[in-house]
């Protein structure tokens, strides 16, 4: 038997299974039998109450446990929990703020996306969700100002979808950022299987055995799923060096990525066409062997939000949560 001051009460079964004990309450507890692998493999879980179980039902696969399957949350709970494990503690200038709802509700359902549009909450409402969180503004700039959009009537209509169908909304965008790695590309980048080209040093730096630029956009758009990414530089042009800067971190936050670590490649989610594609431009006429592939916003970081979505599912099993893709907002022809 072993027992530490959060954990639970481990019992070695003679087939040489654990139990697992989780006590919610004096009486009431958790217990889940696993194998002795590695993976932990879970084949029984149940919740039990003075003797009664509440709630049982196979596992796939070990669900880390933190809360019991029966409890509720509310809105606040659940945004403490993610602060909580963020190193820079609570931000006193962010804007993770709430941009609809309240820290009391509580929550009926999750529904983790890059953006919280009408679309993805119009689904929220459909599932039976109450809780929206989206990595970017709900109401079209950085701070979500709505001062500048009185009486405009797409900001009243997505907002009279919000209010009358009691939908929260957090954006976590500053606190996820501050995770270390950086889940947002370290997502992504385990998603092109590229992880283990990076370092601790600079995670958002894949050193690969060279490649096309061809070969590394042909990459990208498989491994992505998007149709088509915009580019500047030589197709042939042998690329090693891969920095990725994703979402929107902006022009001075390239030139530096690009002076200090000098990348065959650049790749962004979303530029400034007159700002750092001209740098790039001017940079190969100068000389240089850098190229730039950008792949649209929500194509380099909603990677971020399924992480997120795997996140809740392991620290607060009891609520449902679902990731819903936004999509891409632009087409190309
Ligand atoms: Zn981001």
């Known amino acids: 038997m072993r027992q530490s001051n959060k954990g639970p009460i481990s019992l070695l079964k003679e087939d040489n299974s654990y139990l697992h004990i989780y006590f919610l309450s004096s009486y ?8 002795n692998s590695r993976r932990n493999f879970i084949s029984k879980a149940a919740v039990i109450a003075g003797g009664q179980v509440l709630l049982a ?15 509720s949350f509310t809105v606040g709970q659940v945004m403490d929990k993610f602060i909580s494990e963020v190193p820079s503690g609570i931000l006193k200038e962010t804007v993770d703020t ?12 999750i529904v983790t996306s890059a953006f919280a549009t009408v679309e993805v909450i119009k689904k ?3 599932i039976g969700a109450n809780f929206i ?15 500048w959009l009185k009486n405009d009537s797409v900001f009243e209509y997505k907002n009279d979808l919000l209010q009358k169908n009691n939908i929260a909304v ?28 990076t370092t601790k040093a600079i ?8 490649m096309h630029l061809e070969q590394v956009i042909a990459y990208l758009k498989e491994k992505i799923g998007i149709q088509q990414v915009r580019y500047i530089g030589d197709l042939q042009q042998d690329c090693s060096k891969l920095l990725f800067m994703l979402g929107a971190v902006g022009s001075k936050a390239h030139f530096t990525g690009l002076r200090q670590i000098k990348p065959d490649v650049l790749i962004c989610g979303e530029i400034s066409e007159w700002e750092t594609a001209e740098y790039i ?21 909603e990677t971020g939000s399924e992480f997120m979505a795997t996140w809740l599912k392991s620290k607060f099993p009891s609520i449902n949560t679902t990731f819903i893709s936004s999509g891409p907002s632009l087409s190309f022809l």
């Open 28 to 35: 009431k507890y958790f217990f889940m039998e696993a194998n």
């Open 57 to 71: 039902k196979p596992l796939l696969s070990m669900t880390p446990f933190v809360s019991g399957f029966n409890e």
């Open 98 to 109: 709430l941009k609809s709802g309240h820290k009391e509700m509580e929550v009926k359902g």
């Open 124 to 126: 929220t409402i459909e």
């Open 133 to 147: 969180i989206a990595h970017e503004p709900t109401f079209y700039n950085h701070l979500d100002d709505t001062a």
């Open 170 to 197: 957090w954006r976590n965008h500053d606190y996820i950022h501050r995770l270390s790695p950086d889940p947002v590309t370290s997502s992504f980048l385990e998603k092109l299987n590229w992880k283990q080209y």
């Open 203 to 210: 995670p958002s730096l894949a050193t690969l055995p060279s």
């Open 281 to 301: 431009r001017d940079a190969r006429s100068k000389g240089d062997k850098v190229s730039l592939i950008v792949l649209g916003h929500i194509a380099s970081e």
